[in-house]
């Protein structure tokens, strides 16, 4: 997986951040999205992120994601 990369939510993952339901769950699963970064460092220093893949979605939404939550399309 790579920055710019179509990708689609294959797990059930539920957030409470979604602008169409502010502080209700709302599962992320099949929806569609592109890899705006993948987390490897911060501030030049190597990390391990739990959640390094960062996806933008329609709308003004992000969320992060475990490598095998998503595939890419």
């Known amino acids: 997986m790579k920055v710019g ?3 689609r939510v ?3 993952v539920v957030v409470y951040h979604h602008p169409k339901s502010k502080n209700q769950p709302f599962d992320l699963k099949g ?3 592109e890899i ?3 987390v490897t ?3 030049g220093r190597p ?3 739990n959640l390094p893949v960062l996806v933008k979605f329609e709308k003004p939404f992000k ?3 475990r490598e095998d ?3 890419v399309i």
Do not use: L, T
């Open 41 to 43: 460092n911060w501030h």
């Open 10 to 12: 294959i797990k059930s």
């Open 5 to 7: 990369d179509r990708v």
């Open 36 to 38: 705006q970064e993948v």
């Open 69 to 71: 939550e998503v595939e």
């Open 47 to 49: 990390v391990s992120a």
């Open 31 to 33: 929806m569609e999205g």
């Open 63 to 65: 969320a992060h994601f």
